[in-house]
């Protein structure tokens, strides 16, 4: 599959149980891959430096996955490798009571990059629509009956689709991740975080016993990206399983967007030029 295939832009609709979850044929690949990625990603980190000087872009990836799918890992192999100065990492857990008293975008609109940085939620806005919505939390939500009506959700997804337009038209790009791994690779991870001590601190009884919704959640997950994927804000849906491979995607997708973005170094100032022969006199004669 060509990266073009993980895309979902609103041009076709998802079919969650038909995308991969592995790498496949490209098994056979993987030593070329993996050197592909680390070239990527020096390429990546010369157009991140101009989006940096430049400041007129912003750029936020947005992480979705079910637990154990890898987006720690990622960050930590495919994030690293980018200038720490020109780049936001948040994480975003389960709400607390001042996140709970405000709207669903309060926090993460505090969390926003500058324009020549990049922003990467570890989890994101998407949360408001997907756990929300698998275990309808919004029905003890403090909120006004009038705003806890049965198109609750299709508000929401509206109201993300506006607020993605907006930043695409005040120079933020975003673009959406969905870290798909299967049950079989789930069930592995989690049972290696139970037997090797380095990963007992990752233990969490709660996420174990969400795969008993895993027919709910993909549901959600696949109304979810149908309902907003646009060509501003596209999802890309990547197989979770075999990590290397979700690493050399997701590469790929940094690379490819920073492309499209086509950032480049600003002039200097023509003030600022004059003054140069003079300042070069001035440094000889030291």
Known sequence: MALKDYCFDGKKPLKLKEMPTGAGEYKVQKSDLV?????NMLRAAELQEKLYAAKQEGLIFALQARDAAGKDSLIKKIFSKLNPAALK???????????LAHDYMWR???AMPERGSIGV?????????????VHQMQKGYVLTPRCKTEDFFARRYRQLNNWEEYLWENGFRMVKIFLNVSKEEQKQRFLDRME????????????????A?????DRVFEETINATATEHAPWYVLPADNKWYTRYLMSEIILKTLEDMA?????LDAEEAAKIPMVMQELEKE
Do not use: C
């Open 263 to 267: 950032p480049e170094f600003p002039p």
């Open 196 to 211: 090797l001590p380095e990963k007992h601190w990752k233990l969490s009884v709660g996420d174990m016993q969400e795969r």
């Open 35 to 39: 050197a592909k990625t680390e070239e």
């Open 121 to 133: 939620f570890n989890r994101s806005h998407y949360e408001d629509v997907l756990v929300v919505q």
């Open 213 to 217: 919704l895993w027919e709910e959640y």
């Open 108 to 110: 993460i609109n505090r």
């Open 89 to 99: 990492i948040t994480s975003f857990k389960v709400p607390n009571k001042t996140d």
